[in-house]
């Protein structure tokens, strides 16, 4: 999955994840128990390569600086 134009990364993560799990975004927890959204939008707004890798909801997520947003089933990953 990769970032829409409109779209910020601690959103679009929330959206990635309900996806692989077949739910609803609304039906997801709040990603504040894993990560502070606000932080993970602001290191996306710079400049520069980077990701950040966290575990959410029984995923391994990836969010790639180059808008990618990578799910793995935690068994798998």
């Given at each position: 999955m990769t970032l829409e134009d409109?779209?910020?990364?601690?959103?679009?993560?929330?959206?990635?994840?309900?996806q692989a799990k077949g739910v609803e975004p609304l039906e997801m927890p709040s990603l504040y128990g894993?990560?502070?959204p606000e932080a993970l939008d602001a290191v996306f707004k710079g400049s520069g390569r980077s990701y950040v890798q966290f575990p959410f909801c029984?995923?391994?997520?990836?969010?790639?600086?180059?808008?990618?947003?990578?799910?793995?089933?935690?068994?798998?990953?």
């Open positions: 409109d779209s910020v990364p601690s959103e679009a993560v929330v959206r990635a994840i309900a894993t990560v502070d029984g995923y391994t997520v990836t969010v790639v600086s180059d808008g990618r947003i990578i799910v793995q089933n935690c068994e798998t990953a």
